[in-house]
Nanobody, 124 residues
Framework: QVQLVESGGGLVQAGGSLRLSCAASGSSFSSYAMGWFRQAPGKEREFVSA????????YSGVDVKNRFTISRDNPKNTVYLQMDSLKPEDTAIYYC????WGAGSRLVPSYKYWGQGTQVTVSS
C-alpha cells in the first residue's frame, strides 16, 4: 500500500511555470508506475502524464506534450510534474496516482492509489 500527497499547485499567469511534487509513503515506491491526471470543473478526470517504475519510459497526453515533463526520484519516494508554458485551459485539480508493477497506463481505472489533489489555476 502507498499513500500519496501532492504539493506545488497555485495561481500562475499564462506562459508561466509550476512544478508539482507527489510524495509517497509506504513500501516499495520503486515498484509503482506513477501517473498524473487532472480534472477541471464539470469535466472527467483526464490523463496528463505517466512514468514507469524505473523511470525509463514516460508518456504524455496530447494537450501537454512538449510543455509538461514527468520525472521521479526513487530514493526520495517522489514524482514530479514540471509544467511550462501554462495555458488557462490547464486549470484543474491535479492528482498523482500509483499503479504497482504498471506500465504507465493512460487509464484512470489502472491506478489503485490516489492523492487528494492540488489546485492549479492559470490566469489569462
Amino acid at each position: 500500500q502507498v499513500q500519496l500527497v501532492e504539493s506545488g499547485g497555485g495561481l500562475v499567469q499564462a506562459g508561466g511555470s509550476l512544478r508539482l511534487s507527489c510524495a509517497a509513503s509506504g513500501s516499495s515506491f520503486s515498484s509503482y508506475a506513477m501517473g498524473w491526471f487532472r480534472q477541471a470543473p464539470g469535466k472527467e478526470r483526464e490523463f496528463v502524464s505517466a512514468i514507469t517504475f524505473s523511470g525509463a519510459v514516460t508518456y504524455s497526453g496530447v494537450d501537454v506534450k512538449n510543455r509538461f515533463t514527468i520525472s521521479r526520484d526513487n530514493p526520495k519516494n517522489t514524482v514530479y510534474l514540471q509544467m511550462d508554458s501554462l495555458k488557462p485551459e490547464d486549470t484543474a485539480i491535479y492528482y498523482c496516482a500509483a499503479d504497482r508493477w504498471g506500465a504507465g497506463s493512460r487509464l484512470v481505472p489502472s491506478y489503485k492509489y490516489w492523492g487528494q489533489g492540488t489546485q492549479v489555476t492559470v490566469s489569462s
